[in-house]
């Protein structure tokens, strides 16, 4: 498609051209339904089909054991914050939160509304530039679950491998930001939640995995904020965001022909290889987060100065590469690089920064004294 | 555009074709951003002059006064039968509710859920066919505010006139299925919500006119749940369903275009009394509710036997005239009308019953004598 740019926003992502011409012809007509995507009604049979396909790839992709569910939700991953304590959090239990990053403190907060929460390990006094390590992360006897963000899109952290928790209650994942980019063990989980917009299509919609014999709510809750509810209604409880699940389809297939889960890490290594070897190797960038903690879908630096930030964004902009702002409460710079990022734009990017450093370096000597 | 078919689904309603044509353009390109409308940032200057300029045209054409806040948010109108008690009924408190179908009656029962819930008027002895007359209608001294659904999609019943409430407290209207298809006195409501779906775009927005003094929620609640985390955050605490609020900005503004809420109230009644006029005069369909009550955006109608309701909707098929099922729990025909249905459909819609009538009438006699 003529006339685009490569966005390395933090979501929405970019989307595949063929993601986006196949959704572009479903507006006019949506397979033999004569009526657009926009128009399909949830209750009719093509709107079905297309629900228990697209709830069918996830679990080919994921590879989700038997005896869990699949939701497609309104709200995001943000309502969840409040769903899973709302369905599983006891009024006279509690939950451990592993605190990583401003969500993981919202996700940790909203959950205080409903029971106790015990904050079992923070990196925030290290402004969250790392991860805890596991002998840094405490238990709590008797909690329920202990909930953790696999990727912090802020500040660009991932885990490696689960966070160490008690071994009587389950993990609760908030996979917003990586679902889909590497290999994930769903069954080391009781509940996985993403939102849509980052490797699985456009906004509009919330993914949640969760174990079936978790789906009875611990507490009295009205119909809407029940997994129950949703999950027997094949979530169509109420009028579904058709079209942003459309588009989450068209993103599986995509997904599925371009390798499947497999391809999309080696895929996500290779990008941030590319980066992190060029932050490595600078004297002008720097990278933030520690080595042992990065992640292969944020990648986030800085350059010497704000004002050199700011002219990296705006030269950055002439070359059709956009969204590398940090995000608002960190600062400096940052590259997402979700599934539909292409390496060949990762090449671009990176071009461009090495030619920025060159073009920039000479005068910071200079600048710096002249402070 | 080509093969369309007309339909008179009880949502998601067919779309205009200038919304559709606008919509499918912006999917490649969304104004000058190089990115398409799935893809657009809701941080993004051209998200915010969209999302605000869609507030200004909602709050013109529905005339909304000053000191009312207008929310658009995830989860459709379905949502909003939880945020409402959860936000407003005290524990302690109480709230009357009018129960005139079985979407009335599942507000009533998500509000349990927070507080005392007072069914002041119910038709369910009279299968929800009419509305309850005001002297039918109880007050509860004290009962913080009467919650009433405006428009009964189902079984196609429509307040004419604001129901009676005992005046101390305020009323709470679920609008979803006639917002903007009449004249409204929004000043009359402390809290009036809608689904996107049927007049104002597609499915995955919720709508919400709140009056600003009853922002701040009566008990602790998650961020999400609470009003005043979404006003605050002018729609945007999380990533907004972007691509359903462009939809509803286009179909605003071709609703301002078509000559704003008077025009559409003239083209529904114009559409609802072609139907009912047919009906009326009819010896072969019969009219459903009770004349005082009829709604001028969903006509329910019966014809003589199942089996011919069944091959009446085969027959309008053929004829690209869709979506004319009942609702599930109801059963016979229902054709929607709302703003986007234009008029020409339901004369072709009206042609095709009087045809069908006639091809039909002679048989009955002696097929009900063969039973």
Known sequence: MAGRVQSFAPGPSMLPDEVLSEYQASVGQFRDTGLGILELGHRSGQFEEM???????????????????????HGGGRFQFTMLPANLLPEDGSADYIETGHFAAAAAADAAAYGRVNVVAS???????????????????????????????????????????????WLACDASSDLLTRR?????????????HKNLGTAG???VIIRSDLLAPVRKLPAYLSYATHAQASSRFNTPPISAIYVMSLMLQWTADGGGVEAMEK?????SELLYGLLDDSDFYSPLVAVEDRSKVNVTFAAP???LEAAFQEAAAQRDLVGLWGYRKVGHLRASLFNAVPLTAVEKLADFMDEFARTNRPRLPAESTSR
Chains 1, 2 share one sequence.
Do not use: M, W
């Not at 895929?267 to 990008?271: D, E, Q, R």
């Open 51 to 73: 629900y228990e396909s697209t709830v069918a790839h996830l679990r080919a992709l994921l590879a989700v054991p038997d005896g869990y569910e699949v939701l497609l939700l």
């Open 123 to 169: 990196t925030r006094r290290d402004r969250f530039l790392r991860l805890p390590r596991a002998e840094e992360t405490r238990s709590t006897a008797g909690a329920t679950y202990t909930h953790y963000t696999s990727n912090n899109t802020e500040i660009g952290t991932q885990f490696r491998k689960l966070p160490r928790h008690h071994g009587i209650g």
């Open 184 to 196: 994930f063990d769903v069954g080391a989980h009781g509940c996985v939640y993403a939102t849509s």
């Open 205 to 207: 919609v919330g993914i």
């Open 267 to 271: 895929g996500c290594t290779a990008k």
């Open 305 to 307: 100065t704000p004002d």
